[in-house]
């Protein structure tokens, strides 16, 4: 039970059924709760309050548990009962009590009865913003698809750039969202980070509504890859030997064939976007070594954002990007994909020929756009650790593997023959299935030497995002 609440995050959702895209007396609930070595961060947006009271809840998150809030604003202070009912009939109730400091912020302290008690406080605000989950006007109006489609199992980029990933094939899916009425229409593709598919649904990301309701506004469609489920996971932010980096591109390249036969969908004025291992994946779409093989010279993404990728593990010794305008935005304090590898790979794209730019935010960690504030993740996955030993990263030569004046450095520290590995690679295109079983044994021995875990993530930059990605598409996409 304490562990489980270590590692909780909990947000709401609510029933207020608004269409109105300005919110004037929307609030916000931060709290902080901490119980030794484990910590919770809450973010709630409240609707309205209405008669200095509010009410939300019950809420319902994966399935096991439901948390109700009560609130009372009364002489110039706050208190708040929050219930949580958990799937094992546990019951426990936290009371924060606070007093206002303005007239647009109060102060919250409580208390969550346990062995020992768990110590919270954080604070209650006014924001100008839409809340999270309300029905947006243009997203509400929006006709759903889920569509499935065969995509297939990379291994490494070797298997892409060589065309044996097509003997490892495996069924994937997206929600397609289009305006209500249209053809012709452009669309942006989004790729899930480590977290999993579940995040375009997070009650933490309250961005992602305002940012499709936004495209949806100029016309623009949504489409939202799944690339874990049919993979067998959930989440690869505590192990990423899961599922194969390369996965993320790949399925983007094969949904731009499959947006290409929708009746209602350009795939000339496609876009894609994506934080982290979907950063990553927005990145190496635009890559003509892997979009030329699966698309074709003439066909490619026109846009593309990748946000926070991973440039340090996956990136190219000589890139050659394709005719696209690419856009990077980066956190300039991002200690899980530093910004730093990324910037120089934009320089290496630009005098390649590359129509690209980058923007560092100062002060901006690893998921910039979540709710929640900043943050430590304390089972997050990285590799920064062999960073003193490689500081140019694992950059790759044209044929999908570790660049040569690479390999032997490589093979001394990781006491492995590379060109064995590079061989396997090749071979295992043949098996399906064959090339993910050995991108496990790899990743699990680079992360015997280079692994560690822990990274600052949050922020509460959601609506910054939107406001320098919806422009972008916009631009790039109309």
């Known amino acids: 039970m304490k562990k489980f609440l270590g590692i909780l995050v909990l947000c709401l959702l609510w029933s207020n059924i608004l269409t109105a895209e300005e919110y004037p007396n929307s609030w916000k609930l931060d709290i902080h709760c901490k119980q030794g070595k484990w910590e919770w961060h809450e973010s709630a947006f409240v609707v309205n309050v209405e008669n200095n009271e509010f009410s939300l809840g019950p809420f319902n998150r994966w399935n096991k548990k439901n948390f109700v809030f009560k609130g009372k604003i009364e002489n110039n202070k706050i208190n708040i009962t929050e219930k949580l009912t958990f799937s094992d009939g546990y019951v426990g109730t936290i009371k924060y009590s606070g007093k206002f400091i303005s007239d647009k912020e109060a ?83 989004t790729v899930h980070s480590s977290g999993g598919p579940s995040e375009f649904t997070d009650v933490v990301q309250s961005w992602r509504n305002d940012f499709k309701n936004q495209l949806l506004k100029n016309n623009i469609g949504i489409f939202e890859i799944d690339n874990f489920t049919s993979r067998g996971a959930k989440e690869t932010a505590t192990n990423q030997g899961k599922v194969s980096i390369n996965a993320g591109e790949l399925d983007a390249l094969i949904a731009y064939k499959i947006l290409d036969k929708h009746p209602r969908v350009n795939a000339k004025k496609l876009g894609i976007t994506g934080l982290s291992r979907g950063g990553s994946a927005s990145s190496m779409a635009v890559e003509k070594k892997f979009s030329d093989v699966v698309l074709g010279e003439e066909n490619y993404y026109l846009a593309s954002l990748p946000m926070a990728p991973d440039c340090y593990n996956v990136g190219f010794e000589n890139p050659t990007p394709t005719p696209a305008k690419i856009l990077f935005l980066l956190g300039g304090a991002d200690d899980y994909t530093p910004a730093k590898f990324c910037v120089k790979y934009v320089e290496k794209m630009k005098k390649a020929g590359g129509d690209v730019e980058v923007i560092v935010k100062d002060g901006w960690h690893h998921n910039f756009y979540n709710d929640t504030p900043i943050e430590n993740c304390k089972g997050c996955i990285h590799m920064n650790k062999c960073e003193i030993n490689f500081p140019e990263g694992w950059l790759m030569d044209d044929r999908g593997f570790i660049t040569e004046n690479l390999q032997e450095p490589m093979t001394k520290f990781f006491k492995m023959d590379l060109e064995k590995w590079r061989k396997k690679f090749i071979k295992c295109g043949d098996k399906p299935g064959a090339c993910n079983k050995l991108y496990r044994k790899l990743y699990i021995k680079i992360y015997k030497k280079c692994g560690d875990k822990g990274t600052t993530v949050g922020g509460d930059y959601g609506k910054e995002t939107v406001d320098i990605a919806v422009p972008f598409f916009v631009s790039a996409l109309k």
């Open 107 to 189: 102060t919250l302290k409580g208390k969550f009865k346990s062995e020992p008690d768990w110590e919270c406080k954080g604070r209650f605000f006014k924001v100008d913003r839409p809340p999270h989950f309300t029905p947006l006007k243009y997203l509400s109006e929006a006709t759903e698809e889920i569509i499935k489609f065969t995509s297939y199992n990379p291994g490494i980029p070797l298997t892409i750039i060589n065309g044996s990933y097509v003997n490892s094939p495996v069924e994937v899916s997206g929600k397609l969202i289009l305006p209500k009425e249209g053809n012709n229409l452009p669309v942006v593709v």
